[in-house]
């Protein structure tokens, strides 16, 4: 009896977690979106500028879980030193990053900060990376302590090691992975990729239509927090 009655109990659970309006995709995993790239590689700056931000509209980011991964084709030099496809400022950048990622671990927070660093760079104006702690309201000291310190090494390191266990390997950057399948060139169509790896019942709004997803310029369908960070961003990348 009390068995039956936990089993209807759960199952109700269950049900009302898998179909409420206010849980819908709870019953099933997010789709992996897992990027390598490096800071100061042209094409990756373009993918996380103007591809990327794409999770944001029609609240695609509640189906995915975006890993970000900023080490790409670097090397480990057998001194332990780090060599960088496009220089010592390239290694300093993706650390930065990390570091980035490392201080503030949810999307909302280190999202804005990492796409107002690589609207910088796909300005060409890179070197004001550290105006964007202020734009942005974030606490520069999380990310300038970690930075030439061993924390900022150990977590390049790590990034390292992921890219390198990547099966099969990495040809080239940007490198993106939708639920552990690499999309080669297809890279720029991620969210065509993701709407077809999605397991989950409750249907993704803008999956189901091949336009609704396409992407403009216009920033106003996406999630309001961040559009106005990323405004904040588009702003800070124009007058830099
Ligand atoms: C580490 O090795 C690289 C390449 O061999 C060299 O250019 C660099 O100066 C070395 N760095 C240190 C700190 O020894
Ligand atoms: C980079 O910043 C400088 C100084 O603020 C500015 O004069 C220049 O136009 C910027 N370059 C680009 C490509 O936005």
């Not at 179909?19 to 990756?44: A, R």
Request: one cysteine or more.
């Amino acid at each position: 009896m009390g068995f039956s009655f936990q089993k209807s109990v759960s199952f109700f659970l269950v049900s009302f977690l898998c179909f409420t309006q206010f849980s819908p995709i709870s019953c099933y995993k997010k789709v992996s979106l897992d990027l390598y790239y490096e800071s100061l590689c042209p094409g990756c700056s373009n993918y996380i500028v103007n591809y990327l931000p794409k999770i944001f509209k029609n609240g695609l980011i509640d189906f995915v879980d975006l890993k970000l991964v900023p080490w790409g084709n670097a090397k480990i030099q057998p001194n332990n030193t780090f060599n960088c496809q496009h220089g010592p400022a390239e290694c300093f950048l993706d650390t930065v990053e990390a570091c980035a990622l490392d201080a503030w671990p949810h999307l909302n927070d280190h999202f804005p900060f990492i796409y107002c660093v690589e609207s910088l760079v796909y300005h060409k104006n890179y070197t004001k990376w550290a105006t964007c702690f202020e734009k942005l309201n974030l606490k520069a000291k999380l990310v300038t302590d970690c930075v030439g310190s061993e924390r900022g090494k150990e977590l390049e390191l790590h990034h390292a090691s992921e890219t390198t266990a990547l099966q099969p390997p990495h040809k080239f950057v940007p490198w993106v992975v939708v639920d552990d399948q690499p999309l080669y060139h297809d890279y720029r169509n991620f969210v065509s990729y993701i709407c077809k790896a999605y397991k989950g019942t409750a249907p993704i709004p803008g999956c189901s239509s091949s336009n609704s997803l396409s992407f403009t310029s216009k920033l106003s369908t996406i999630s309001p927090d961040i559009t106005s960070l990323i405004e904040q961003s588009l702003k800070l990348a124009a007058s830099a």
